[in-house]
C-alpha cells in the first residue's frame, strides 16, 4: 500500500514539475511586490498602453450615468462588470474574454446593439471616466506610448 502511495506522489511530481520549473508571467503583466501593470493593446498601430492596474483597485468611477457603477468597497465590479450569477460575486476575468477583436460575433453588444469590441470596451471604460473625474489621460498619444 505504501508503495502504491509513493508510486503516485512520484508521478504527480513529475507531472507538476515542468509547470513549476518553466513557469513564467504571462505576458503583457508586469508585476513587483507593490504594483501589477498590464500592457494593453501591445500589437496596437498606436503602441502598447500601460495600465496601472494597482492604483485603479479602489477607484470608484466618479460618472453617475457610468453603466456599470460600483458602491464603495466593491470597486472591483466596475470594471469587472460580470457576475456569477448564483453568488451576486464580481467574475475577475480579463477584459478580453469577453471584449475580443473586432467582428467577433461573440463581443457584446451595447442598448444600440454596437459591438463592443475591445477598443471600443476600454475607451468607454477609461476615457469617461478619465473625463467626468478629470483625472488621467483622455487623448490618444497620453495613453499609447510608441516607446513603452
Given at each position: 500500500m505504501k508503495i502504491?502511495?509513493?508510486i503516485l506522489i512520484l508521478y504527480g511530481?513529475?507531472?507538476a514539475a515542468p509547470g513549476v520549473l518553466f513557469a513564467r508571467p504571462s505576458p503583457g503583466i508586469e508585476q513587483t511586490a507593490d504594483r501589477l501593470v498590464v500592457r494593453l493593446d501591445e500589437r496596437g498601430t498606436r503602441g502598447p498602453v500601460k495600465f496601472d492596474h494597482t492604483?485603479?483597485?479602489t477607484t470608484v468611477n466618479p460618472d453617475p450615468n457610468a453603466k456599470f457603477k460600483t458602491k464603495v468597497g466593491a470597486s472591483c465590479s466596475g470594471c469587472h462588470h460580470t457576475e456569477n450569477?448564483?453568488?451576486?460575486?464580481p467574475q475577475l476575468w480579463k477584459c478580453v474574454l469577453c471584449h475580443r477583436s473586432s467582428g467577433n460575433p461573440a463581443n457584446p453588444k451595447n442598448d444600440e446593439w454596437n459591438e463592443l469590441w475591445s477598443k471600443t470596451a476600454f475607451h468607454k471604460l477609461c476615457v469617461d471616466c478619465h473625463q467626468v473625474s478629470?483625472?488621467?489621460p483622455v487623448k490618444c498619444g497620453d495613453c499609447h506610448k510608441s516607446n513603452q
Amino acid at each position: 500500500m505504501k508503495i502504491k502511495l509513493v508510486i503516485l506522489i512520484l508521478y504527480g511530481l513529475v507531472l507538476a514539475a515542468p509547470g513549476v520549473l518553466f513557469a513564467r508571467p504571462s505576458p503583457g503583466i508586469e508585476q513587483t511586490a507593490d504594483r501589477l501593470v498590464v500592457r494593453l493593446d501591445e500589437r496596437g498601430t498606436r503602441g502598447p498602453v500601460k495600465f496601472d492596474h494597482t492604483k485603479h483597485e479602489t477607484t470608484v468611477n466618479p460618472d453617475p450615468n457610468a453603466k456599470f457603477k460600483t458602491k464603495v468597497g466593491a470597486s472591483c465590479s466596475g470594471c469587472h462588470h460580470t457576475e456569477n450569477k448564483s453568488t451576486g460575486a464580481p467574475q475577475l476575468w480579463k477584459c478580453v474574454l469577453c471584449h475580443r477583436s473586432s467582428g467577433n460575433p461573440a463581443n457584446p453588444k451595447n442598448d444600440e446593439w454596437n459591438e463592443l469590441w475591445s477598443k471600443t470596451a476600454f475607451h468607454k471604460l477609461c476615457v469617461d471616466c478619465h473625463q467626468v473625474s478629470k483625472k488621467g489621460p483622455v487623448k490618444c498619444g497620453d495613453c499609447h506610448k510608441s516607446n513603452q
